[in-house]
C-alpha cells in the first residue's frame, strides 16, 4: 500500500523532517527581518510626512497671525473715524488683552494634572483587580 501522499504528484518532499524545521526557522528569520525593515521604512515616512505637516502648521500658524494683526489694525482704522487714533488703539488693545488672558486661563485649567489623570483607566483597572481577587478565593 502506498503513502496518499506518494501517489500526487509534486506532493513528496525528500528534506527529512529536521531539515524542514531548519528551513521553516531560516525563512521565519528572513520573514521577520523583512518585516522589520518594512516597519522602519514605513515609520520613516510617517515621520517625514509629520515633519512636513508641523513645518504647514506653523507656517499656516505665521500667516493667520499676521492676518490678524492686520485685521486688528483695520479696526483701529475703522475706529480712529469715530474717535481719536489713540483711543482706537487703547480699546482694540484692551479687548484683544482681555480674550487672551481668558483664553490662556481656560488653557492652562485644562492642562492641570489633576485634569489630565486616566480617571476611567484607573478606575476600570480597580475593577479588573477586584474581579482577579474574587476568581482567586
Known amino acids: 500500500m502506498t ?3 506518494e501517489t500526487r504528484p509534486g506532493l513528496s518532499d525528500p528534506r527529512s523532517v529536521p531539515q524542514l524545521l531548519g528551513d521553516l526557522a531560516r525563512d521565519l528569520s528572513t520573514l521577520f527581518r523583512k518585516e522589520g525593515q518594512l ?3 514605513e515609520i520613516s515616512d510617517k515621520i517625514t510626512q509629520v515633519q512636513v505637516g508641523a513645518g504647514s502648521l ?5 500667516c493667520l497671525l499676521a492676518a490678524l494683526l492686520v485685521l486688528l489694525q483695520a479696526l483701529v482704522i475703522g475706529l480712529s473715524k469715530l474717535m481719536d487714533p489713540g483711543w482706537a488703539s487703547l480699546i482694540v488693545g484692551v479687548v484683544v488683552a482681555i ?3 481668558v483664553l490662556l486661563k481656560k488653557g492652562a485649567d485644562q492642562m492641570k ?5 486616566p480617571d476611567r483607566t484607573a478606575n476600570q483597572l480597580s475593577k479588573d483587580a477586584e474581579l482577579v481577587r474574587e476568581q482567586v478565593r
Open 99 to 101: 480674550i487672551g488672558v
Open 3 to 5: 503513502h496518499p501522499a
Open 39 to 41: 516597519i522602519r521604512a
Open 113 to 117: 494634572a489633576a485634569n489630565l489623570t
Open 58 to 62: 506653523a507656517a499656516g500658524g505665521i
